[in-house]
């Protein structure tokens, strides 16, 4: 008989489940009726805040993700907060200085973050460092994280050096982050059982539902001696969500690992998602189960901007030749992690390979950037034709990326301090100036709001229109570093530049 062990619940639905499912698109309205209840049921945490959730309040609902973060705390007294950040890249898709990360994770903790879960795409330690020692400075928990992939440079014993790595910056607890739903149920007990006794921090498993292997992969992680894992309510899991809380704690009830979850809260809670996640059309591509994820390691996300891409250049048919272009470019590049921002950065380049007839006769400019070694060290080895061919005998940068970046959070404060009304505004602005820009306009009557309409029995408002294209300057590249944000949001030209 295992001894006996709690298994601690990180619930997602206020982030990852609806960025995952709903486009990112609930609202803090939607969210504040349901958050006293949440409160009772005695979650490890609640995921509540970063990833795609700051953009998408300012760019499509109006909302200050400031006055989320605040709005939650109020009405999450007794639970720990957690947030998702891109490492250097904060919650945007290039990298900013030290001077912005630091001002960005004390305002953060400030204003109710408690846990905050730190990843970088290429798993470069030094893209994490800064943000590890300053979180800790704050007085909050660091939690280092392994971006899970498969490759022919990644294996156990890679993630089991990582976490050493982590350890040794400090880190507080590892998570075994697998966005793509990648992770088998016996290599998941194996990470686990190995970070736990070789490295000895508390190890959390977070998983997609894509390939349907993930509640195989926890209650294995679980026998393993994993401490948290991260679920949604049952209406918002499944396909590219995470299993379902409600599944995970009936599984574990009576157990020696028995999370001490409600099992009838948890179904209230489900009931009230299940209602609001009516207003919202959750797109096939991200529901169910697909297999093909494991040959071509692409996120359900992925998939369906992929399909976007295409359907913009009336070449909709040439799907399945852009995913299996993908792990060609992933190769080229030296097999990075496809999450955010590598996974848009090579699945644009693929769709350029196809849609064009040859690979490579037009890169990005983010794959100039990557193989300048701007956005951190790749893991693997670089196709070296392709580098000769792009970077035309200029060499990579050796050194840590964030530091070819001069400070600018005082040149930006000039630049916006019209439109401040709080000293987060200036981080919302640099980190998404066009978009934070429109949103202040908006704020103080300069601009129309966005058009909201209410669908369903419920009326609930939800925002069901699409920003209008942006003009030839605004698609300008912002910052050598980095891709432009329109990238990751649909809102974007996927331009593309001769080699």
Same mark, same amino acid.
């Not at 995913?323 to 999450?339: A, N, Q």
């Not at 840590?400 to 400070?407: E, I, V």
């Given at each position: 008989?295992?001894?006996?062990?709690?298994?601690?619940?990180?619930?997602?639905?206020?982030?990852?489940?609806?960025?995952?499912?709903?486009?990112?698109?609930?609202?803090? +309205?939607?969210?504040?009726?349901?958050?006293?209840?949440?409160?009772?049921?005695?979650?490890?945490?609640?995921?509540?805040?970063?990833?795609?959730?700051?953009?998408?309040?300012?760019?499509?609902?109006?909302?200050?993700?400031?006055?989320?973060?605040?709005?939650?705390?109020?009405?999450?007294?007794?639970?720990?907060?957690?947030?998702?950040?891109?490492?250097?890249?904060?919650?945007?898709?290039?990298?900013?200085?030290?001077?912005?990360?630091?001002?960005?994770?004390?305002?953060?903790?400030?204003?109710?973050?408690?846990?905050?879960?730190?990843?970088?795409?290429?798993?470069?330690?030094?893209?994490?460092?800064?943000?590890?020692?300053?979180?800790?400075?704050?007085?909050?928990?660091?939690?280092?994280?392994?971006?899970?992939?498969?490759?022919?440079?990644?294996?156990?014993?890679?993630? +089991?050096?990582?976490?050493?790595?982590?350890?040794?910056?400090?880190?507080?607890?590892?998570?075994?982050?697998?966005?793509?739903?990648?992770?088998?149920?016996?290599?998941?007990?194996?990470?686990?059982?190995?970070?736990?006794?070789?490295?000895?921090?508390?190890?959390?498993?977070?998983?997609?539902?894509?390939?349907?292997?993930?509640?195989?992969?926890?209650?294995?992680?679980?026998?393993?001696?994993?401490?948290?894992?991260?679920?949604?309510?049952?209406?918002?899991?499944?396909?590219?969500?995470?299993?379902?809380?409600?599944?995970?704690?009936?599984?574990?009830?009576?157990?020696?690992?028995?999370?001490? #979850?409600?099992?009838?809260?948890?179904?209230?809670?489900?009931?009230?998602?299940?209602?609001?996640?009516?207003?919202?059309?959750?797109?096939?591509?991200?529901?169910? +189960?697909?297999?093909?994820?494991?040959?071509?390691?692409?996120?359900?996300?992925?998939?369906?901007?992929?399909?976007?891409?295409?359907? $913009?250049?009336?070449?909709?048919?040439?799907?399945?030749?852009?995913?299996?272009?993908?792990?060609?470019?992933?190769?080229?590049?030296?097999?990075?992690?496809?999450?955010?921002?590598?996974?848009?950065?090579?699945?644009?380049?693929?769709?350029?390979?196809?849609?064009?007839?040859?690979?490579?006769?037009?890169?990005?400019?983010?794959?100039?950037?990557?193989?300048?070694?701007?956005?951190?060290?790749?893991?693997?080895?670089?196709?070296?034709?392709?580098?000769?061919?792009? #970077?035309?005998?200029?060499?990579?940068?050796?050194?840590?990326?964030?530091?070819?970046?001069?400070?600018?959070?005082?040149?930006?404060?000039?630049?916006?301090?019209?439109?401040?009304?709080?000293?987060?505004? #200036?981080?919302?602005?640099?980190?998404?100036?066009?978009?934070?820009?429109?949103?202040?306009?908006?704020?103080?009557?300069?601009?129309?709001?966005?058009?909201?309409?209410?669908?369903?029995?419920?009326?609930?408002?939800?925002?069901?229109?699409?920003?209008?294209?942006?003009?030839?300057?605004?698609?300008?590249? $912002?910052? #050598?570093?980095?891709?432009?944000?329109?990238?990751?949001?649909?809102?974007?030209?996927?331009?593309?530049?001769?080699?």
């Amino acid at each position: 008989m295992p001894e006996k062990r709690k298994v601690g619940i990180t619930d997602t639905s206020l982030r990852d489940a609806h960025q995952s499912l709903l486009a990112t698109r609930m609202r803090l +309205v939607e969210m504040l009726p349901i958050v006293e209840l949440m409160d009772q049921i005695g979650y490890h945490s609640l995921e509540v805040w970063g990833g795609a959730t700051f953009d998408a309040c300012m760019r499509f609902l109006d909302e200050d993700p400031w006055e989320r973060l605040r709005q939650l705390r109020k009405g999450l007294k007794n639970t720990k907060l957690q947030m998702l950040l891109r490492g250097q890249n904060i919650v945007g898709y290039r990298h900013y200085p030290d001077d912005v990360l630091e001002e960005f994770v004390k305002k953060a903790v400030a204003n109710g973050i408690d846990i905050i879960r730190i990843f970088d795409a290429l798993n470069d330690l030094r893209n994490m460092e800064q943000a590890i020692r300053t979180t800790k400075q704050e007085g909050a928990h660091a939690q280092g994280t392994i971006s899970y992939t498969i490759s022919p440079f990644h294996s156990n014993d890679y993630f +089991v050096q990582v976490g050493h790595e982590l350890k040794a910056l400090g880190a507080d607890s590892i998570c075994i982050k697998d966005m793509a739903g990648l992770i088998a149920p016996y290599d998941a007990y194996d990470l686990v059982k190995r970070l736990k006794e070789d490295v000895g921090l508390p190890v959390q498993l977070h998983c997609h539902y894509t390939s349907g292997m993930a509640s195989m992969a926890y209650l294995k992680a679980v026998e393993a001696g994993v401490d948290v894992i991260d679920t949604a309510n049952a209406a918002l899991a499944m396909g590219a969500s995470q299993p379902a809380t409600d599944t995970l704690v009936a599984a574990l009830k009576g157990t020696a690992y028995d999370t001490g #979850l409600d099992l009838l809260l948890l179904s209230q809670v489900s009931d009230y998602f299940k209602e609001i996640s009516c207003s919202y059309e959750v797109p096939r591509e991200v529901m169910g +189960v697909d297999t093909n994820v494991l040959s071509y390691q692409i996120p359900g996300g992925m998939i369906s901007n992929l399909t976007s891409q295409l359907a $913009e250049q009336k070449a909709t048919h040439l799907l399945r030749e852009v995913l299996e272009e993908v792990p060609r470019v992933r190769e080229d590049l030296g097999f990075p992690p496809l999450v955010t921002p590598s996974s848009q950065i090579v699945g644009t380049q693929a769709v350029v390979n196809v849609l064009t007839g040859e690979r490579y006769k037009m890169v990005s400019t983010e794959i100039k950037n990557y193989l300048r070694g701007l956005y951190g060290r790749p893991p693997g080895l670089v196709n070296a034709e392709l580098l000769k061919k792009v #970077l035309k005998g200029e060499k990579p940068i050796s050194g840590r990326p964030a530091d070819q970046l001069a400070p600018q959070l005082e040149d930006a404060r000039r630049e916006i301090e019209a439109y401040m009304e709080q000293d987060e505004d #200036l981080l919302s602005y640099i980190i998404f100036p066009n978009v934070a820009l429109d949103f202040f306009k908006r704020r103080r009557g300069e601009l129309p709001p966005l058009e909201l309409t209410s669908s369903c029995e419920s009326g609930k408002v939800v925002n069901t229109t699409k920003p209008k294209s942006p003009s030839a300057n605004e698609l300008k590249p $912002e910052n #050598l570093y980095g891709v432009d944000e329109r990238l990751l949001s649909g809102d974007d030209d996927h331009s593309a530049y001769p080699a």
